[in-house]
C-alpha cells in the first residue's frame, strides 16, 4: 500500500502514531474503535465549491458518482449541498487541535472527529452533506427531504451512510457524512 507521498504503511502509520502523541490520542485509539487507517488520496478532482465557497475535491470515480447523485436528486426536487469532502491527515490534525485549544476534552472530541489518518474524508471518497434550511453537521438533518432521499437512493450510486445511529465504532450519529463505498472491486479501480 502506497500512501500520499509514496510513502510505505510503515512509514504512514509511524507519522500518525507521532500525531496521535503530540495530540493526546489514546494509543489504543483504532483498535478500540475498530478503524482501520485510511489512506490519503494522491489524485482528486475539484467537485466544486462547498457551502461556504471552498473549494472541494473527490477521487475522480467517486467525484462521477457524487455529480451523478447530485443530479438524480436534483431532478428529483431534492437540492443537496457539501459541507466538506478530501481533508488531508495534517487538516484533520488541525481540527482536532482546534478543538483542544477551545477547550474540548478529548474523550468527547473523538466522539465527533475521527483522529488523523482514520478519517474517511482523508480517502477522498467522503463527503458531509446538507440541505437548505438545515444547519450542517447536525442531526436535525435526517428530518429532511434530502436525507429521506439518500436513505433510498444514494447506494445506487456506491454511496453509504457510515455512522449510523449505535455504530460500532462509538462515533455519535452523523446522518450528513456519506461515503462512496462501492463493490470491492470498484474499489481498486478508484
Given amino acids: 500500500m502506497s500512501i500520499r507521498g509514496n510513502y510505505p504503511k510503515a512509514a504512514f502509520e509511524r507519522r500518525i502514531a507521532a500525531l496521535q502523541r503530540q495530540l493526546g490520542i489514546p494509543e489504543n485509539y483504532a483498535a478500540q474503535r475498530g478503524l482501520e487507517p485510511c489512506v490519503e488520496c494522491t489524485h482528486f478532482v475539484s ?53 483542544l485549544d477551545a477547550g ?55 454511496f453509504r451512510m457510515s455512522y449510523p445511529r449505535n455504530n460500532r465504532h462509538g462515533v455519535c450519529y452523523e446522518p450528513w457524512h456519506w461515503c462512496w463505498a462501492p463493490a470491492t472491486d470498484d474499489l481498486k479501480k478508484a
Fill in 47 to 99: 467537485i466544486g465549491q462547498d457551502i461556504f465557497g471552498r473549494n472541494q475535491q473527490m477521487t475522480p470515480r467517486a467525484a462521477r458518482a457524487w455529480f451523478d447523485m447530485e443530479a438524480a436528486a436534483t431532478s428529483s426536487g431534492i437540492e443537496l449541498q457539501v459541507v466538506s469532502a478530501f481533508r488531508s491527515v495534517d487538516y484533520q490534525a488541525d481540527i482536532i487541535k482546534r478543538k
Fill in 104 to 158: 474540548q476534552n478529548m474523550h468527547d472530541i473523538l466522539k465527533v472527529s475521527a483522529a488523523p489518518g482514520f478519517s474517511e474524508h482523508h480517502t477522498g471518497r467522503a463527503l458531509d452533506i446538507s440541505t437548505p434550511g438545515f444547519e450542517p453537521l447536525d442531526e436535525s438533518f435526517e428530518t429532511s427531504t434530502a436525507f429521506d432521499w439518500l436513505q433510498y437512493s444514494a447506494a445506487n450510486y456506491g
